[in-house]
C-alpha cells in the first residue's frame, strides 16, 4: 500500500503514518529497539529529507534493505519539509472464523422486528486483532464476521506499551481511541453494504476485550493501572450512545461496553466464561487465554478464581528476531522426522517471519532432538548460537529467542500452577482446559506440553475454542437473561494478584526451566 505523506521538520515517519491512519506495526511502541516498524521509500528525493540512517538502523535492517528504501519509520525523521511517497507492508493478521451458531430469545426477535433496527453488532477488541460480527435479530441469524489487526499496532504490541504511550504523551489517548473507533465503525459499514443493509437499521454495538482495550476503546485513561494499587477507571458495564463513543454513522445505535473482572481480567475474559460455559461446570476446568496478558480463570459452578501474568509479546512473535503476527508467510509448524528439518507457513507463502505457534513447535522440536537443552541453551551442531529455518538462512531462532519465549511461558505455568495451588488441587484434577484466542486454534497442545507451557497433568484435555471473547459478546446480543447472567460472572469472580502471591516467584524460576530427564 503506498501512501503520500508531507512532513516538517523533527516529525518521524511513524507520526505520519499515524496522523494519515495507515498504522504499521510497532511493537516497541516507537523506541526505537524492535526493528520492526518498516516502511519502504518510494520517492527519488529522500536522501533530501530524511535523516541519514542511524547505527540501530543499519544492525536491524543490513545494508543491502538501507539501499533499497527500507527505513525504521520511528528513528527516521525529516530534516526538511517535503512530500514523500511511502510504501507499507500488508500486515493483516489471519484469524481462524470459526462456526458460530445463535439463539435469539423470541422476545429480542419480536421487539427487533418491530423496530426498524433489527441489525446488532458484537465486537472484541484483542490487543493484537479486532473482530466484528454483525447479526439479525429479527431473523435470529448472524450475517458475518469480519478480523482485522488491531490499528492501535503504531503504539505498540502490548498493552503495557500503549498505556506509556499514554504517559508520555496523553494526546496518544485520543489517538489510539480514534483509531480503534473508526476502525470498527468501517468494519461494520463494510458488513452491512456487503448485506445490503442500512446503517439506520442497527440497534446496538456490544464490546467486548481486556481492561485497557476497554479504557482506550471509551477514551478513559488507562495511566491507572501502570502501577500500584492498578486502578482502572471503571469496570462494570457502561452503556452509552453511539455518538459518545466517537461513532457518526449508527446515530440511533446505543453501545455496550460489557464488564471486567479487574485491572488485567477484562471483559474478554467475562465473555469467555460465559461463551464456555464454565460457570456451569460440575468439575475444575481452565479457561487460557495465552497472549501478551495471559489470562486464566480456573473453576466450576461453586467457585471461580482467576489471575493474569505478563507472558511479554512473545507469543505474538513481538521481541522475537524475526518474529512476526499471524499473518501470510509466517512460519506457523516446524519440527523434525526422518528426513530432517520440515516447517510450513500460513498461506503457503514464502517465508516472512516466526508467528507464536511457530515459535513453540521450534523449541519442541530442538528440545526433542537434544538441539536445546533443559536449562534452554542452544547445542547445535557448528556451535552457532542460532537455528536458521530456511536454506536461504534468512530467518532464524536465535539465544535470545529462546530466553523470550522461557520468560512467557515461564509466566503462563506459573499463573496455572498458583491457580491450583490457592484452589488446592493439581492440574490432573482439572477435567478440561478451553484454550482461547487466535493463539490457542493455531497452537499445536503437543509443543506447548513438551515445553512446560502446560503441564503433563492436562494433557488430552486441551480444546481450542475460538474467539470466546466474541462467542460471549453475541450471546450477550441474543439474550437479555445472558446478558445479566454475564454481570454476575464478572461480580463473582475472585483474582489472585500474583505480585503478591508467595507461591509465584518459586514457581516462575522453576517453569522457566524446559521439561528435561
Not at 446503517?199 to 456490544?206: A, F, G, L, N, Q
Not at 521450534?362 to 528440545?367: I, T
Amino acid at each position: 500500500m503506498r501512501i503520500k505523506i508531507n512532513g516538517t521538520i523533527g516529525e518521524s515517519l511513524l507520526d505520519l503514518v499515524r496522523t494519515n491512519d495507515m498504522h504499521i506495526r510497532a511493537p516497541c511502541g516507537g523506541r526505537g529497539v524492535c526493528g520492526k516498524c518498516r516502511v519502504s521509500v518510494v520517492s527519488t528525493n529522500a536522501a533530501e529529507l530524511l535523516s541519514s540512517p542511524e547505527a540501530r538502523e543499519v544492525s536491524s535492517l543490513g545494508e543491502i534493505a538501507l539501499k533499497n528504501g527500507v527505513r525504521l519509520a520511528c528513528v527516521t525523521h525529516f530534516i526538511r519539509e517535503g512530500v514523500l511517497e511511502i510504501e507499507l507492508d500488508d500486515d493483516g493478521v489471519v484469524s481462524p472464523v470459526e462456526e458460530i451458531s445463535v439463539a435469539f430469545d423470541t422476545d429480542i426477535r419480536k421487539a427487533a422486528s418491530l423496530s426498524g433496527h433489527p441489525l446488532r453488532v458484537a465486537v472484541d477488541i484483542g490487543t493484537t486483532t479486532l473482530a466484528v460480527c454483525l447479526l439479525d435479530a429479527s431473523a435470529g441469524s448472524l450475517l458475518s464476521v469480519r478480523t482485522e489487526a488491531n490499528m492501535q499496532k503504531s503504539w505498540g504490541s502490548d498493552v503495557v506499551a500503549r498505556i506509556q504511550a499514554v504517559i508520555d504523551d496523553h494526546a496518544a489517548l485520543q489517538s489510539m481511541h480514534k483509531a480503534v473507533v473508526g476502525q470498527i465503525e468501517r468494519l461494520i459499514e463494510a458488513e452491512i453494504l456487503a448485506a445490503g443493509r442500512s446503517c439506520e437499521e442497527v440497534e446496538s454495538i456490544t464490546v467486548a476485550g481486556n481492561t485497557i482495550m476497554m479504557h482506550l476503546f471509551t477514551g478513559e485513561d488507562p495511566s491507572g493501572m501502570a502501577r500500584v494499587p492498578f486502578a482502572p477507571v471503571f469496570l462494570e458495564q457502561r452503556t452509552y450512545r453511539a455518538a459518545e463513543c466517537g461513532f457518526s454513522l449508527f446515530s440511533a445505535s446505543s453501545v455496550v461496553v460489557l464488564p471486567g473482572i479487574s485491572a488485567f481480567v477484562g471483559s474478554d475474559i467475562s465473555a469467555g466464561i460465559l461463551a464456555t460455559g464454565l460457570y456451569r461446570a460440575e468439575k475444575f476446568e481452565l479457561l487460557l487465554d495465552i497472549g501478551t496478558n495471559g489470562e486464566i480463570v480456573l473453576g466450576n459452578r461453586d467457585r471461580m478464581i482467576s489471575t493474569a501474568t505478563a507472558a511479554g509479546p512473545a507469543f505474538e512473535g513481538a521481541h522475537i528476531t524475526h518474529g512476526c503476527p499471524g499473518l501470510p508467510g509466517a512460519l506457523d509448524h516446524a519440527g523434525f522426522n526422518q528426513e530432517g528439518f520440515w516447517f510450513t507457513t500460513i498461506g503457503n507463502q514464502a517465508i516472512k517471519g516466526i508467528c507464536g505457534s511457530g515459535l513453540l513447535d521450534l523449541a519442541a522440536g530442538l528440545l526433542g532432538t537434544g538441539k536445546l537443552d533443559p536449562g534452554g541453551f542452544l547445542e547445535l551442531d557448528d556451535e552457532a548460537d542460532s537455528f536458521f529455518v530456511d536454506t536461504e538462512r534468512t530467518v532464524c531462532l536465535t539465544q535470545d529467542d529462546i530466553r523470550q519465549l522461557q520468560l512467557a511461558k515461564g509466566a503462563m505455568a506459573a499463573g496455572v500452577e498458583v491457580l491450583c495451588i490457592n484452589a488446592g488441587i493439581t492440574p490432573a484434577d482439572i477435567s478440561r482446559v478451553h484454550l482461547a484466542g487466535g493463539f490457542g486454534s493455531f497452537m499445536n497442545p503437543d509443543s506447548a506440553l513438551a515445553i512446560g507451557l502446560l503441564p503433563e497433568g492436562l494433557r488430552g484435555k486441551i480444546i481450542p475454542v475460538g474467539n470466546t471473547s466474541l462467542q460471549g459478546a453475541i450471546l450477550t446480543v441474543t439474550s437479555a437473561a445472558l446478558t445479566q447472567k454475564l454481570v454476575q460472572i464478572a461480580q463473582n469472580v475472585q483474582t489472585v494478584d500474583l505480585s503478591v502471591d508467595p507461591a509465584f516467584q518459586n514457581a516462575f524460576i522453576e517453569a522457566m526451566m524446559f521439561p528435561g530427564e
